[in-house]
């Protein structure tokens, strides 16, 4: 059986290359088209799940913030590139993309896939991205990464984080499964473009 992921991309014209701008410019437009309104939980069941977080590539997950009570608000289903896991006891920074725009996150994945690495380090497919804290502060181009990046703890993770092959990178950036709680995605998207 198809996970969520392969049904979507099955529906992407078939001359539009993976992870090109204008892949990522169909999916922005369509998916709320095709996407089923699946809920987190079923995404959940029907991908593939990992025990181990690798820098570079990308993963879903169900998430309970440690300082939640602080805060107001955090994803509780964030879409995370881990980028450092050296410097957090415990865990690892990374870039949640579901902070900023679906257009902005297109423009990210466009210049992040500029870093593209194929290494046996970076899972099953060999594929993810050579990123570093620098770079986001530095380049640009990656500016809006700046306000997704956040820390996470492996002891907050609720349940086993699910890998996205980079081949669906397109689809899972665009899906609509941010989870900020009572507040509404577009004052998210708001506060961050103020952060880039």
């Known amino acids: 059986?198809?996970?969520?992921?392969?049904?979507l991309?099955?529906?992407?014209?078939?001359?539009?290359?993976?992870?090109?701008?204008?892949?990522?410019?169909?999916?922005?437009n369509n998916i709320r088209n095709i996407f089923d309104r699946r809920k987190n939980e079923t995404i959940y069941l029907d991908a593939k799940r990992t025990g181990?977080?690798?820098?570079?590539?990308?993963?879903?997950?169900?998430?309970?913030a440690k300082t939640k009570d602080k805060l107001p608000y955090y994803d509780?289903?964030?879409?995370?590139?881990?980028?450092?896991?050296?410097?957090?006891?415990?865990?690892?920074?990374?870039?949640?993309?579901?902070?900023?725009h679906p257009q902005d996150r297109q423009d990210l994945l466009e210049n992040l896939y500029r870093y593209k690495t194929a290494d046996r380090t970076s899972g099953p497919t060999g594929e993810g991205v050579e990123l570093r804290y620098e770079y986001i502060q530095s380049i640009t181009r990656l500016k809006a990464a700046k306000p997704c990046v956040k820390r996470?703890?492996?002891?907050?993770?609720?349940r086993e984080p699910l890998q996205v092959d980079m081949?669906?990178?397109?689809?899972?950036?665009?899906?609509?499964?941010?989870?900020?709680?009572?507040?509404?995605?577009?004052t998210v998207y708001a506060e961050s473009r103020k952060k880039m």
Do not use: C
């Open 76 to 100: 509780r289903f964030p879409l995370v590139i881990p980028f450092d896991t050296r410097s957090v006891k415990n865990g690892f920074y990374g870039i949640n993309l579901h902070y900023i």
């Open 1 to 7: 059986m198809a996970n969520i992921f392969e049904e």
């Open 52 to 64: 181990k977080i690798v820098e570079g590539n990308m993963y879903m997950m169900f998430y309970n």
């Open 9 to 28: 991309t099955s529906q992407r014209p078939k001359e539009f290359k993976v992870n090109s701008q204008v892949a990522l410019s169909w999916f922005r």
């Open 167 to 186: 081949e669906y990178w397109d689809v899972a950036a665009m899906l609509p499964t941010a989870d900020f709680g009572k507040v509404n995605t577009n």
């Open 152 to 158: 996470y703890l492996y002891g907050k993770i609720l």
